[in-house]
T-cell receptor, first 113, second 113 residues
């Protein structure tokens, strides 16, 4: 089954404690991206990656890092989380320029105390 | 730059009544338009899309949307809603042939008995 998986699905942490949210896809997609969803703001793109070792900033990259060492994985790293990063995070994948066929992960709800 | 406006943050409606969720976009070039639905505690699911061709687009669960280029709108409609349609709905746009998907702020549809 074609899917994007994220782990963990729920996470409560404290300010400053480094964390990683993993994202993996089994469709051999080149393009992957991370979004955060906040009430009243919709989904905003954090980072995206066009292919292995190619990453770029989205609209709200501050406080986040990503890496793309393998095609299937695109982890989101919060080196020093802060309460304003409390949000619902979605990973997505597709082929480049095939926006209509974007697959979303199930989401990770992060709370930073 | 492309942008999307969803004017209604919440839309309450009684079961079996018709509903329209409004979406306006801003772009001077051709666009692709999408509606996504997010059921409570779930990820995003593509409801329908407009890429080209007929301006009336039919999607899943009885929803449809009409692309109106002169009014730069892509409103979502359903003639008779059900309790199970209670969800948040996101309009999204990308430039034709482009690679970035921009989301609106979302409309919470609440269907009441």
């Amino acid at each position: 089954e074609a899917q994007v998986t994220q782990n963990p699905r729920y996470l409560i942490t404290v300010t400053g404690k480094k964390l990683t949210v993993t994202c993996s896809q089994n469709m051999n997609h080149e393009y992957m991206s991370w979004y955060r969803q906040d009430p009243g703001l919709g989904l905003r793109q954090i980072y995206y990656s066009m292919n292995v070792e190619v990453t770029d900033k989205g609209d709200v990259p501050e406080g986040y890092k990503v890496s793309r060492k393998e095609k299937r994985n695109f982890p989101l790293i919060l080196e020093s989380p802060s309460p304003n990063q409390t949000s619902l995070y979605f990973c997505a994948s597709r082929e480049p320029y095939r926006v209509a066929e974007q697959f979303f992960g199930p989401g990770t709800r992060l709370t930073v105390l | 730059a492309q942008s999307v406006t969803q004017l209604d943050s919440q839309v309450p409606v009684f079961e079996e009544a018709p509903v329209e969720l409004r979406c306006n976009y801003s772009s001077s070039v051709s666009v692709y338009l999408f509606w996504y639905v997010q059921y409570p505690n779930q990820g995003l699911q593509l409801l329908l899309k407009y890429l080209s061709g007929s301006t009336l687009v039919k999607g899943i669960n009885g929803f449809e949307a009409e692309f109106n280029k002169s009014q730069t709108s892509f409103h979502l409609r359903k003639p008779s809603v059900h309790i199970s349609d209670t969800a948040e709905y996101f309009c999204a746009v990308t430039l034709g042939g482009g690679n970035k998907l921009t989301f609106g702020t979302g409309t919470q549809l609440k269907v009441e008995l």
